[in-house]
Structure formats: structure tokens, C-alpha cells
């Protein structure tokens, strides 16, 4: 298990992290320039701490950017929006935040609360609530096992923040915060929710830091090795290589504060050969010939070819040679109660959710 | 100096404030149906106190109405928006509030914070940030005059609530308000700004509280006496009937969460003599042949010829026979602060701001 995190250890994060991004939770490339930044800066570590070691009444929070990664890409950050949500929601409620918790490990997502808590001078928790990144923040499993969705807060690189302080539901969270990012100019940081140590026991998917760190790992060692690392990371996560081959055609459009649209791969060896991928911020479902080959939760992420190096949706274009990864849905994302936020079903498609075998983690 | 209001006041404040609401500010009645269902159930009256009343370190916050009238006469309300977003911030400020203070005399806006008042067991203060009603809300002299625009907090109907607790301007909040009110459905309930009571006494526009009451009373009595009330109320008010006819044309839709729109009226002795109104929510200018007659901030009011009952822009149609009263603004309104920010320009218009004679108190 992790203890803490180095600049030794940001460029094997930064690959996990956007491999388990599935195309989305924000560029990588951005955050780990913050993250170094910030380390050497501060001349210490982020701490790591297991989630068991959270005291059960102690205070925590899920924190994350909100908003699309075309536009995260290039609208600047002040870089201190999750320290000022945080510090705003402790003096709203009166009490100290004990550590920060990462909403969603997949993609920049994962770097952005180690910044933060080298602000806020807390530990991050070894976890998070996706094992992956998905587009909306009723997504996680926080929210998905009974968290309350306020008080949440949300702040924009002006300075300016809001708190929610009641909320119906963590859908109705979803519309104001998103509708409300839009407005910020279409990313901002959100806290969202506060939870106690018990609440964050029962609820967070463990050890997620870790395995960004062992799969960038992975990945390095294969470069190192001028290996194509798309099936070691797949053995790794108990996934496999769904495809490989040529994006021939990518649509996309920025519409209600999403990154949507969809790409098409061919073949090296056959050009009628193609594999078709939806995404919403991330990559969602995976069909060829009208066929449905994975769809969320289980992961499908693309990775170039020689070096595995995640590519997010905001970067997909025409000629780029990918592995596509299918890798199973950590077990908390596969329930009845998950599946209802988080399958297939919830982002439109009519069909079930025939899931890979095995788990993430 | 009116010391409460009582069932027997809310038929003349109702015509009062719809008359200084200048086509805007809300559904009189609608607000005056909830006073007066509230005065019944409580079995008490709302105190009316002086601003100069209330002691410099007392806190006190404006409260209102934020959307489109056309919405607001159809969205139901709960009822305890103001009420709900009041105690949200006493919470969030750990500090009680002295008394409520209405944002706008205008309109429904004016009735609204009394309802609230009665709910909260708070008195409300004889007085206002308008004079009249405007369509944003940093048209109002604590906002032209320095309040902070934070904290500030948004409630709907289902009971979500919002504060926000940085902003950067008055205009800033308006923009996040207004997008947020829009995702609540088109209207929500807005507490802003908290002030002192030292800040209050340097900004309010005071007693229009009873100079709705005496507008109110003038055209009761001139109803009573089977008298046009017009011209009454124009002299009452410093100003004069600009214009009497039929309204032969309305242009109206709603957008970005506001009531747009234009009309016509044609004099009733000639078809071509004409006068054409634009309004944002509240009525902004009067156009005759290319003249411009009367702009913002000074007053402009449709009433119905015979009785002298306001028009909200949303109640604007083809035949109706009506009086265009110009009324001069307070005096508030017409220093350069506040005409750069409710002048003709700010609403677009390529002209100054010629002022009527006198000021509306």
C-alpha cells in the first residue's frame, strides 16, 4: 500500500489515472504539471491514508474538476478552486475536513485532490468513488450507497463559490452543479459530498491510488522494454484487448457542459474491420457490426498503440494507431442499486448489462 | 408613516406596488391572495418599521422574487421560499436577522417579503432598493451604493437551497442567479443583500412601503367616485399621463429568464398617433414617431383607463384601453453610479437619460 506521493511517483499516476479514465476525468497532462509543481514547491509528500485508518467520526470529502475536458484543456485554473470549495464548506459546517478523498481516480481527476490537499496540508485516502470516471457526479458510490448530495460546494477559478446547502437528490445536485459550471464557464471544482469515516468505509472503492500507480508502472516498464503495454495493462486489470487499429472517424460535439460524440476505428489488416465507441466525457459503449462488445460500467479505454499512453476524448483524431482496453467494473459499480446510476440503461442505451468477467479490483 | 399592515391595507398596497412596479416585480395578485391567507392564519399584522429605526449593527437582508412574471403566475409556489432562504443564511452567518427589507416596492415583490416577514415573526421596513421594480438584480441602491454581493442565497419551490458565499460583483451574482433560477424552473426566491443597519440607512429609498399604501388609497377612492384614476395618481406621484388609447400590438417572449417584449398603443382620436413601449420584465422606454418620451430609470405604468388597475408586461394583450403614467424616479436612482447601472444604456439604449421634473418622493 501507498504511503505517500513523490514527484517519483506523478508520471506512473498520471498513465493510471487516465487509463482508468476511459477517456474522461480531465487531462492528466495538466494536473501532474500542477502536482509537480506543487510538490516541489511544498518540499514534502502527499500523504496517503487507508481508508480504515479514517476515524469512523472524522470528516471527509470527495473533491474533483466538474465540467468538460475540451474545455478544462483550455480555460486556465487559478489552481486553488478545491482549496477555497473546501475551506468554505469547513466554515459553513463549522468543522475541520480530516482528509480528502478523490471523487473519481480516472483521468486528471485523480492528480487534481493532491494538489488540493497539499494546499489544505491534509492526507488523500487511498480510493475513490468510480474506480473509473464517469460524467455525472450522481455517478460515484458515495452518492449511489446513501450519501446526502448537501452540502456540496463548488467554486471557479474567479474565486467565487457556492454552497448547496439542501438538495432533493444527488440528480437534482447534478442539474444546479452543472447548469452552474456552465455559467463559471464550463469547469469548476466541486466537494461533493461530505461524508464520515464510517460513511466512507462503507462506501469507497478501495486502494484505487494504488493500482493507478501499479498500472503506470506497468506501462513505464514496457516502454522501457519497447514493448506495446495494451496486454500487460489488460492482464493487469483483468481486462483484455478488444481491439486494435486506426481512428478513422471522430464526431464530437460540446453540448450541455458534456464532451459528446463518438469514434470509429478500423482495422490494420481489414479495413471493414471496425469497432464503434459512444462517449459522454468518457468512453461508454463498444459495438462492431451492430454488435455490443462492453459498455459502462465495465471500462473501455484507448491507449496509443507503441508507448500505452491513455488517450482522453477531447484528443481522439483521425489517423491515431490505439489499443482499446475492455477492463471489468470494480464489484461496486456491478449491484442492482449501481447498475440503476451507472449501467447502460442510465446513459440511454436499451440494453443490458452483460459484464466482463471478473472485477477491477 | 405606516406602522403595520393589516387585511384592510393589502388591496391599496397591491394596486400601489403594481403601479411603482412599472409592468414588472411579479403578480400582485397572486402575492396579495398569500398576504392576506397568511394575515388570517397568523391573526396578526406585519410591523412596518422606520429604517432609521433600526440599530447600526442589526443585520438585515433584502428579499424577493427572481424570474419572469410570465413564469411566476404559473409555477406554484411552496409558499416559504423567502422563509426558507432567510433561516439558510442565518445559519450559514450564525447571526439572527433584525428585519426583512423588500428589494423592490414593485409589483409582487412588494407583497412577497411580507408574507415572509409573517412567517419568520420579523418586522419589514418602510422602504426599498428600487423605488419600482427592475428586470437584475444589481439594480438596486444597496448594490449601486456597495453592499457586498456575498453572501447572498437562492431557494425554489422544492426546498433546494443555494448560498453563495464569494462573488465576485453584483453583476457576477446576477448571472449565476439568474442561470440557477432558470434550472429551478423559471423562479426562485432571492435573499441579497445582507447589510448592516448603518448600510441600510445610507442606501434605502424610504417610505415606499406607504407611498404604495397613498397610490393605492388614491385610486380606491377615485374608483369609489367613478373617477379615472390616472391623472390622480400621476400628480400624487410628481409626474403625468403620458399617453391614453389601445393597446394594438404586443410582441412578448420569454428569454434568457426574462419577459421581452414591445408594444403598440394607438391613440383612441387617431389610428396614427402612437406610442411604443420596450420592456425587460418592467416597461424601459417610450417611443413616439422616432421620440423618445421617457426612459429608465424614471417610471413607466400601464393602467387600465376606467379603473386604474396596474398591467404586469405578462398581462399585456390587443384591445385593452389604458393610461401610460411617466413617473420621475427617486432621486436614488439618478446620481451617475446609479444611472450607469439603470440608465438607458444599461439596458442597451443609445440614449441619456433625460429626467422627468422631480423626484418620485
Given at each position: 500500500m501507498m504511503q505517500s506521493v513523490t514527484?517519483?511517483?506523478?508520471?506512473?499516476?498520471?498513465?493510471?489515472?487516465?487509463?482508468?479514465?476511459?477517456?474522461?476525468?480531465?487531462?492528466?497532462?495538466?494536473?501532474?504539471?500542477?502536482?509537480e509543481n506543487e510538490l516541489r514547491r511544498q518540499g514534502r509528500a502527499v500523504p496517503i491514508l487507508q481508508a480504515d485508518d479514517v476515524p469512523d467520526d472524522a470528516l471527509v470529502c470527495a473533491v474533483g474538476g466538474m465540467g468538460a475536458p475540451t474545455v478544462s484543456n483550455e480555460k486556465l485554473q487559478a489552481g486553488d478552486e478545491i482549496h477555497t470549495a473546501v475551506r468554505a464548506l469547513e466554515n459553513?459546517?463549522?468543522?475541520?475536513?480530516?482528509?480528502?478523498?478523490?471523487?473519481?481516480?480516472?483521468?486528471?481527476?485523480?492528480?487534481?485532490?493532491?494538489v488540493a490537499a497539499l494546499q489544505l496540508g491534509l492526507p488523500v485516502v487511498d480510493g475513490d468513488g468510480m474506480g473509473r470516471a464517469f460524467p455525472e457526479l450522481q455517478m460515484d458510490t458515495f452518492m449511489i450507497y446513501g450519501a446526502a448530495p448537501a452540502p456540496f460546494a463548488l467554486a471557479d477559478s474567479h474565486g467565487n463559490v457556492s454552497i448547496f446547502t439542501r438538495i432533493g437528490s444527488a440528480e437534482?445536485?447534478?442539474?444546479?452543479?452543472?447548469?452552474?459550471?456552465?455559467?463559471?464557464?464550463?469547469?469548476?471544482?466541486?466537494?461533493?459530498?461530505?461524508?464520515?469515516?464510517?460513511?466512507?468505509?462503507?462506501t469507497i472503492i478501495r486502494d484505487t491510488v494504488s493500482l493507478a500507480k501499479r498500472i503506470g508502472d506497468a506501462v513505464l516498464k514496457c516502454r522501457a522494454g519497447s514493448i506495446e503495454p495494451a496486454e500487460t495493462v489488460?492482464?493487469?486489470?483483468?481486462?483484455k484487448v478488444l481491439f486494435t487499429g486506426k481512428i478513422i472517424d471522430v464526431e464530437r460535439r460540446t453540448v450541455g457542459g458534456f464532451a459528446r460524440g463518438r469514434l470509429i476505428i478500423s482495422a490494420f489488416d481489414d479495413y471493414q474491420r471496425q469497432l464503434e465507441i459512444d462517449f459522454q466525457n468518457?468512453?461508454?459503449?463498444?459495438?462492431?457490426?451492430?454488435?455490443?462488445?462492453?459498455?459502462v460500467p465495465?471500462?473501455?479505454?484507448?491507449?496509443?498503440?507503441?508507448?500505452?499512453?491513455?488517450?482522453?476524448?477531447?484528443?481522439?483524431?483521425?489517423?491515431?494507431?490505439?489499443?482499446?482496453?475492455?477492463?471489468?467494473?470494480?464489484?461496486?459499480?456491478?449491484s442492482p442499486a449501481a447498475l440503476a446510476v451507472v449501467g447502460?440503461?442510465?446513459?440511454?442505451?436499451?440494453?443490458?448489462?452483460?459484464?466482463?468477467p471478473g472485477d477491477l479490483l
Open positions: 514527484l517519483d511517483d506523478t508520471q506512473a499516476i498520471a498513465i493510471g489515472a487516465g487509463i482508468l479514465g476511459t477517456g474522461g476525468g480531465g487531462s492528466t497532462y495538466l494536473n501532474r504539471l500542477r502536482l459553513h459546517l463549522r468543522q475541520k475536513i480530516h482528509a480528502i478523498v478523490i471523487g473519481e481516480i480516472g483521468g486528471g481527476n485523480a492528480l487534481g485532490p493532491m437534482q445536485a447534478e442539474e444546479f452543479a452543472r447548469s452552474l459550471t456552465i455559467e463559471m464557464g464550463g469547469s469548476a471544482a466541486l466537494v461533493m459530498p461530505v461524508m464520515t469515516g464510517a460513511q466512507l468505509k462503507a489488460a492482464a493487469l486489470c483483468q481486462g468518457e468512453n461508454l459503449i463498444a459495438r462492431s457490426n451492430g454488435n455490443v462488445l462492453c459498455t465495465d471500462l473501455l479505454t484507448l491507449v496509443t498503440l507503441e508507448d500505452g499512453e491513455p488517450i482522453g476524448t477531447e484528443s481522439l483524431r483521425y489517423g491515431l494507431r490505439v489499443a482499446v482496453l475492455a477492463m471489468p467494473a470494480p464489484k461496486e459499480l456491478k447502460p440503461r442510465a446513459f440511454g442505451y436499451d440494453v443490458d448489462f452483460a459484464p466482463m
